[in-house]
Structure formats: structure tokens, C-alpha cells
């Protein structure tokens, strides 16, 4: 059974621009959740989709959303890129309920 | 609202030696607690769930934790410490069944030969 594959593993960006990260879940899985991990902050929570609707939203300014397609994909997508965004982005799946797989997430570094 | 204390950022231990990782939540309905570990460059991977089922639980790997209800603690532990142990870990509280995780800061394990 594949895991939560999430691409790319490893990104450069410059501040300013925009990136968008994917994330597929488990098959069956109609969950999916995002995280962002920095050694400042420690693990925060993004949001949350199950088929295709935001179930929960953290703390985070409106430049990062995030979308769930019909077949449970997901990306999320952080506009007018700051260098604190540089972080490493998790995703995680679930069938609705706990517990959560996480996958190897994408690091993303803004210059 | 919920959280997680993790009690100590770095843990280090002998090979062969008792792991005990401290972990004390805040919840206020009954909580879901988890375990997670995370090698470097590696995403989580979960060890142990609690769920409200058995207080004491077994994960991967030999870990194993205790929920206490009256000391708000779900701590970690494994009897003998192997040199693929060492890795960061992560405690994580959901209240109920609820869509996100509240994270501990993590602690990070070393094992000396």
C-alpha cells in the first residue's frame, strides 16, 4: 500500500513569488491535513480538507491556501513568499478520523 | 484549546539503557494522544496512539506509553535503547476526534554506544 507522497521533496524559491505544493493521501483516504515544521515555531497546523471541503484552518495569514480535488489530492499554495516561509511542509491523510500518516514532506527554501 | 508539554528538548542515553520521554498535555474534553518520531529528513512516523481504549499502550519498535488521566501525562518509553532509536520525537494531543494536532516542541534522542 503506497504512502502520502507529497512533491517535490526539495524546492528554491525567491521572495516574492508564489509556490504550490502537492500532496496525494493514501488510497481511501479522504483527509488530508498540512503542516509547517521550523526549528523556531515547531510543528503548526495549516488546515484540513475531507472530500474536498476546509473542515479547519490555523493560524496563518490568507497567503497560504490550500484545495482538495475530487480524487482527495491536495495542494496547498503560499503567495508573496517571505524568507520565514522556509520551512518544511508536511501533509498528512486520514480516512476522517485519527490517526493521521504523515508524508516526507517538501522542503522549501525562500532566498 | 489544547496542548502539549514535552518535558526536556534533548534526551540522551546509553545503548541498552531505559528511554523515558515526558510528555504533559492540556485538553478539555478527553483527548487523543500520539506519538510520533522523525528521523532527519524523514516525515513522522507515528509509534503509538491513544484513543481511550487501554491506558497503557504498545507501539513500534518496543516504545510503549501510559496515559494518566490524573497527572495529565502520556510518556514514553522503551527498556532497552537500540542506536536506531536516535531520532527527534514528537508528542501530539487532539481533543476528541478533532481534525488537527497540537505538537510538543519535540525531544531529540541521542544513544551512546
Known amino acids: 500500500k503506497a504512502g502520502v507522497t507529497q512533491t517535490p521533496r526539495y524546492l528554491i524559491k525567491t521572495r516574492g513569488q508564489q509556490v504550490t505544493l502537492s500532496c496525494s493521501p493514501i488510497?481511501?483516504?479522504?483527509?488530508v491535513s498540512w503542516y509547517q515544521q521550523t526549528p523556531g515555531q515547531g510543528l503548526q497546523f495549516l488546515f484540513e480538507y475531507f472530500s474536498e471541503t476546509q473542515r479547519n484552518k490555523g493560524n496563518f495569514p490568507g497567503r497560504f491556501s490550500g484545495r482538495q480535488f475530487s480524487n482527495s489530492r491536495s495542494e496547498m499554495n503560499v503567495s508573496t513568499l517571505e524568507l520565514g516561509d522556509s520551512a518544511l511542509y508536511l501533509c498528512?491523510?486520514?480516512?476522517?478520523?485519527?490517526?493521521?500518516?504523515f508524508g516526507s514532506g517538501t522542503r522549501l527554501t525562500v532566498v | 484549546a489544547q496542548s502539549v508539554t514535552q518535558l526536556g528538548s534533548h534526551v540522551s542515553v546509553s545503548e541498552g539503557a531505559l528511554v523515558l520521554l515526558r510528555c504533559n498535555y492540556s485538553?478539555?474534553?478527553?483527548?487523543?494522544l500520539f506519538w510520533y518520531v522523525q528521523y532527519p529528513n524523514q516525515g513522522l512516523q507515528l509509534l503509538l496512539k491513544y484513543t481511550s481504549a487501554a491506558t497503557l499502550v504498545k507501539g513500534i519498535n518496543g516504545f510503549e506509553a501510559e496515559f494518566k488521566k490524573s497527572e495529565t501525562s502520556f510518556h514514553l518509553t522503551k527498556p532497552s535503547a537500540h542506536m536506531s532509536d536516535a531520532a527527534e520525537y514528537f508528542c501530539a494531543v487532539t481533543p476528541g476526534n478533532d481534525y488537527k494536532l497540537s505538537f510538543g516542541a519535540g525531544t531529540t534522542v541521542t544513544v551512546r554506544a
Open positions: 498528512a491523510s486520514s480516512t476522517g478520523q485519527v490517526p493521521y500518516t
Open positions: 485538553s478539555s474534553v478527553p483527548p487523543y
Open positions: 488510497s481511501g483516504h479522504r483527509s
